[in-house]
C-alpha cells in the first residue's frame, strides 16, 4: 500500500498562502528549493510533540537558511474540528517563525504528498527529489531523551553529496486531522 511520497520520489509542486507576515504572500515549492535542497515539515499549532519540537524545528530551519537550503512548514490539519489551527491562529505562531507557514486549507498537498503525522520531515535535493522522510530524531517530545538524528543526519548525508544512511522512519506525532 502506498503511503504517500517516499525518498527517490520527485516531490509534488504546491502554490500554498504564508502566515508568516514576514515573508512572501504565496509560497511554492520551487520558490523554496535551492540548488542544495529545502526542507519541507507538516506540522500544526496543538500538538504537543510539535510543541516539544519547536526549538528544534527552528535550529533546524537556521542551519538549513545557513547551509543555503529552503525551509517550509505546512499545517494541513482541519481548522473546522481544530480551531487552533486556523488561520487566525497560525498567524499568531507564525510570528514566532523564521519560514513560511503555509496553510494547505484543501488538504490536497498533505493527501498528494502522504503526510500522516506532524511533525513529518521531508528533505529534498536541489533536483527536487526526496532524500529522506521521516521523524527529526527518537524523543520529540522531551530533547533531553533523543538517542538518534536521522533528520540532521540526512542533512549531513545531502551535504557531502551522499544518500543518507537511514532515508525512511515513521514520523512520531499527532496524526494529521483531516477534514470528514
Not at 4 to 13: I, Q, R, T
Not at 144 to 149: F, N, Y
Request: with cysteine; proline share 7%.
Amino acid at each position: 500500500m502506498s503511503r504517500g511520497l517516499e525518498p527517490g520520489d520527485e516531490a509534488l509542486e504546491f502554490d500554498l498562502p504564508n502566515a508568516n507576515p514576514n515573508g512572501p504572500e504565496h509560497c511554492t515549492l520551487s520558490s523554496q528549493t535551492t540548488d542544495i535542497g529545502c526542507i519541507v515539515v507538516f506540522t500544526c499549532n496543538h500538538c504537543p510533540y510539535v510543541v516539544g519540537s519547536e526549538s528544534r524545528i527552528e535550529s533546524v530551519a537556521s542551519y538549513a537558511r545557513e547551509q543555503g537550503m529552503g525551509f517550509v512548514g505546512i499545517n494541513s490539519n482541519d481548522p473546522d474540528n481544530y480551531p487552533t489551527d486556523n488561520w487566525e491562529h497560525m498567524v499568531k505562531r507564525a510570528e514566532t517563525m523564521s519560514y513560511p507557514y503555509l496553510h494547505d486549507a484543501s488538504q490536497e498537498v498533505a493527501r498528494g504528498w502522504g503526510a500522516e503525522r506532524t511533525p513529518e520531515f521531508y528533505l529534498i535535493n536541489g533536483q527536487g527529489r526526496i532524500t529522506y522522510r521521516g521523524r527529526l530524531d527518537d524523543s520529540p517530545k522531551d530533547p533531553g531523551l533523543a538517542t538518534t538524528h536521522e533528520l540532521m543526519d540526512a542533512i549531513a548525508a545531502l551535504l557531502a553529496d551522499e544518500q543518507p544512511e537511514t532515508p525512511r522512519t515513521d514520523s512520531i506525532g499527532c496524526s494529521v486531522k483531516w477534514k470528514v
